[in-house]
């Protein structure tokens, strides 16, 4: 039973992970690209934790860039991490939707396929110990 209930998930997960790629890779490819600027860091608080020791805080970069027009256009990483991924100054690659700027992203794998990725991980450790258990179990 928790063999299948394994495999399931992880047919689940794989199924997420890879239509959250497609939806990605389909979107980036009509993204322009230019160059930023991390400008500042953002504080990002996780909630408390209820028993335990309590999450740290952690920072987002603030991204300062132009568009093809010569507009500047600010916004804030998707993934925050407990030490700054890049530093004060950094140049940093700039993927943004023409048609609205502000929901640039940095041209990084992380911030592009983070959550792909994570899925991705999540379905093969679920593969991986469904068909461990259900080979203990064979024998």
């Known amino acids: 039973m928790l063999t299948k209930a394994l495999l399931v998930v992880?047919?689940?997960?794989?199924?997420?992970?890879?239509?959250?790629?497609?939806v990605k890779a389909s979107a980036y490819s009509g993204y322009a690209r230019s160059t930023?600027?991390?400008?500042?860091?953002?504080?990002v608080t996780p909630p408390p934790a209820q028993k335990g020791p309590?999450?740290?805080?952690?920072?987002?970069a603030?991204?300062?860039?132009?568009d093809g027009s010569g507009k500047a256009h600010r916004f804030v990483a998707g993934w925050s991490w407990r030490a700054?991924?890049?530093?004060?100054?950094?140049?940093?690659?700039?993927?943004?939707?023409?048609?609205?700027?502000?929901?640039?992203?940095i041209d990084s794998l992380p911030e592009k396929w983070g959550l792909p990725l994570v899925l991705g991980g999540a379905a093969t450790i679920?593969?991986?110990?469904?068909?461990?258990?259900?080979?203990?179990?064979?024998?």
Do not use: M, W
């Open 10 to 22: 992880a047919l689940a997960l794989a199924l997420c992970g890879g239509a959250t790629a497609l």
């Open 36 to 43: 930023g600027i991390v400008v500042a860091f953002r504080g």
């Open 54 to 60: 309590q999450p740290e805080p952690k920072v987002a």
């Open 62 to 66: 603030v991204v300062e860039f132009t």
């Open 84 to 105: 700054p991924a890049h530093a004060l100054g950094d140049r940093v690659p700039v993927l943004y939707p023409a048609s609205d700027p502000a929901n640039g992203v």
């Open 126 to 139: 679920c593969l991986v110990l469904g068909l461990a258990i259900g080979g203990l179990r064979a024998r």
